[in-house]
């Protein structure tokens, strides 16, 4: 048994660790194929459209239409490429999305049947598995940015150039929200996590750091809101565009494997891995969460966070790269930073100052509650007067027609009507008064 | 063998796979022509290394060695590479008098240390991992550093955040002039309207059935052509195509001539138009 891991490879020999990986493949790739269908159906029911729904039932044999569409294409070759580095990038991209499902938990051990052979249902877990996950993400992007350069040609050098910032600045926030797990789990490997996760899962007691999690993880994958690196209006395709056939189906098998990827990952470290949710876990003295039913769980969650996906995808525009680098940098990073410390010393005071666990709640609220009455009690500021706008309106502004902003009034038009009668019972005779000037007027 | 050192059958064929790549790689590194090419030469020698320090069992040394390194350092190297573009015909002048001679001592002063940590390690009977990794590698690799070392961990931190705080100082230039928003570009293109400077996008380029390069300039309602569709670049180089030439080539290959009676579009001009001039579509003709 390895030391640090909660689970128990010491059964497994190359054999089961080979039918594992193998099951892992099979698993991501029919997922992918899942995922697209799943993806286009959802945001077809999001914008009151039908969606793929003419190849299988409800549309399901799309997406394997779509990659047999892909493989028996033209494989075009760019002229200007450099040929070595435009093959190998669509190849580093797959395979360092297809390493990271190796240390995800599926499931606890379970029991073949028909034999009394146990082993975990998690292809291999070390002390630092989730940093691995980090380096083979970190590795992933290789494929990205030499996809582009190799090209030889300006937008995909754009977008790859875009796309490493992106998943560069990202990496840290991800890697800063995934250090509060470890400060509180006391362990970086994902099957220690899970069984740290036991009485409560991680997202509610460390939930600024899943929120961080959450958005840096569609950062990382280069999804809506986040697709800068591949936007279509201003990239064509980004790192993508002069790849076609098979290495551009490679490039989109991993960029829905890395979703599967970040999702798992959130799915293991916040909310619980493989657990069955609360009150199925208290079920029958825990019996949901031994045996083959874990999967079950792991499933629904997987795609639980993958729907997120697909729903942010479909409700939420695009930004503004230097807004999307700001928020990165000025927010993201600083919040979790921050958060990591709050982390830090709530744990420091619990296993080694032991301080009980109600004196340090006791703190935290009484902190909470001056930060709170110095920003209710500061003085404001005073801010500088808005200049009256109603002043200077030019309806005629460098001879263009300008309409009011907001709060602006217009002037009294020398064309306009009298002002409207107010109706008073003194005035009744003026009104009549009136009347008949109109009509000695005629 | 010295005791306490186990070498399993799958490791050293692990090295004796992976060494020779290594080597290759590194030369390579040296010998490579294009910049970018070098640095896939080290990236990869780095992941070998990584997967070296795993096979030993210190996977915390081998997976920090790719996140941080391969990672993060190697990309930016990458980054600056693809931007600036380094070619082989950088000059070989010294920026730093002696700077050779610096490189040269610093160099000799490596290899020492290396020397020292290889002797180390080959003449000191080793203690064996099981011992150092037994409550788990980075547990103990974090009693070492931050237990035995907590000094040196700490002049190296103070060092890192020096050097970036020094990067920052020294790149940093103070804003002169107001900040430019979104607002004050909308406000400005509005004022320059009256400088016939269009308020929208520019209108794409046209698309025709032989053709819908950046070349060509799309056609207006009228059926005249709207230079500013063609990218400036194209139009300053003298690359633009006249519509009239892309309608002739276009008639020619389907068969009729340019006199204007053609069979439906596409078709080619009225006779004796200038090219330069206003051609009108066959359809509005009709």
């Known amino acids: 048994m390895i030391p640090g891991v909660a689970a128990d490879f010491s059964q497994d020999n190359i054999w089961v660790s080979l039918v594992k990986a193998v099951l892992i493949v099979v698993f991501l790739l029919t997922s992918v194929l899942f995922a697209i269908w799943f993806e286009r159906k959802v945001v077809a029911r999001m914008q009151v459209r039908p969606g793929p729904n003419w190849h299988g039932p409800v549309g399901l044999l799309q997406s394997l239409a779509d990659a047999m569409k892909l493989l028996l294409k033209e494989d075009v070759n760019v002229t200007r490429a450099d040929r070595v580095t435009y093959l190998l990038a669509p190849m580093i991209s797959v395979f360092c999305a297809l390493l990271v499902f190796a240390v995800i938990p599926f499931g606890p051990e379970v029991t073949i049947p028909f034999t009394d052979f146990t082993t975990p249902l998690q292809l291999t877990d070390f002390p630092v598995a989730v940093l691995y996950v980090l380096a083979c993400a970190s590795l992933g992007v290789y494929g990205i940015v030499l996809g582009g350069w190799s090209s030889g040609s300006t937008y995909p050098l754009l977008g790859a150039v875009r796309s490493t910032a992106q998943v560069i600045s990202y990496e840290l926030a991800m890697g800063l929200a995934l250090v509060s797990v470890f400060i509180m789990a006391g362990s970086m490997s994902t099957s220690q996590i899970v069984a740290s996760q036991a009485p409560l899962w991680w997202f509610i007691p460390l939930f600024p750091a899943f929120v961080v999690y959450v958005i840096s993880m569609i950062g990382e994958t280069n999804r809506l809101p986040f697709d800068l690196p591949e936007a279509e209006g201003e990239l064509v395709s980004g790192y993508m565009t002069e790849y076609s056939s098979m290495k551009f189906a490679w490039f989109f098998l991993a960029e829905y494997i890395n979703m599967l990827n970040v999702s798992a990952v959130c799915v293991t470290l916040f909310l619980g891995g493989w657990r069955a949710p609360w009150p199925l876990s208290a079920l029958g003295d825990g019996m949901l969460n031994e045996g083959w039913w874990p999967i079950l769980w792991f499933l629904v969650k997987l795609w639980a966070v993958m729907f997120v996906f697909v729903w942010v995808r479909g409700t939420l525009l695009r930004l503004r790269y230097d807004q999307f680098m700001v928020f990165g940098w000025k927010v993201l990073i600083p919040v979790a930073l921050a958060f990591a410390v709050v982390v830090a010393v709530m744990q420091w005071a619990r296993r080694v100052a032991e301080v009980p666990l109600e004196n340090t709640l006791v703190v935290i609220v009484i902190v909470c509650g001056i930060a709170f009455l110095a920003i209710w009690l500061w003085p404001e500021r005073a801010r500088p007067e808005k200049p009256d706008e109603s002043a200077v309106l030019d309806a005629f502004a460098d001879g263009y027609p300008v309409p009011p902003l907001p709060g602006q009034k217009l002037p009294p038009s020398p064309r306009g009507r009298r002002a409207p009668l107010e109706h008073e019972p003194d005035q009744e005779h003026q009104a009549d008064d009136l009347q008949k000037e109109g009509v000695t007027g005629e | ?286």
């Open chain 2, 1 to 286: 063998m010295t005791p306490g050192l186990e070498v399993s059958g799958g490791e050293t064929m692990l090295f004796w796979v992976l060494a020779p790549l290594m080597v290759l790689a590194a030369l390579g590194l040296l010998f490579v022509r294009r910049a970018v090419h070098a640095a896939m030469c080290l990236v990869f020698v780095m992941i070998s290394l990584a997967i070296m320090y795993v096979a030993q069992e210190a996977p915390f040394l081998g997976v920090v060695q790719v996140v941080v390194y391969t990672g993060a350092v190697m990309m930016l190297f990458l980054f600056v590479l693809m931007l600036v573009g380094v070619d082989a015909s950088d000059s070989l002048t010294e920026t730093i008098k002696g700077q050779r001679w610096i490189g040269v001592l610093l160099g000799l002063g490596f290899a020492v240390v290396l020397t020292g940590v290889v002797a180390q390690a080959t003449f000191q009977s080793p203690v064996g991992l099981e011992s150092a990794n037994a409550v788990t590698n980075p547990v103990a690799l974090a009693r070492v550093l931050f237990g035995d070392y907590v000094l040196a961990m700490e002049a190296v931190g103070v060092l890192l955040v020096t050097a970036a705080t020094g990067a920052l100082v020294l790149t940093h230039r103070r804003q002169l002039t107001t900040r430019r928003t979104q607002r004050t570009t909308a406000d400005a293109r509005v004022r320059a309207l009256t400088e016939g400077v269009s308020l929208t996008p520019l209108p794409a380029p046209g698309v025709y059935a032989q053709n819908n390069a950046m070349d060509t300039p799309a056609l207006d309602p009228a059926g005249r052509p709207v230079p500013e569709s063609v990218p400036r670049v194209l139009r300053i180089r003298g690359q633009e195509r006249s519509v009239t030439a892309l309608l002739d080539a276009e008639a020619a290959i389907v068969g009729t001539d340019t006199s204007g009676d053609a069979v439906g579009p596409p078709a080619g001009l009225p006779a004796g138009q200038d090219p330069d001039s206003t051609p009108t579509l066959p359809a509005r003709e009709a």
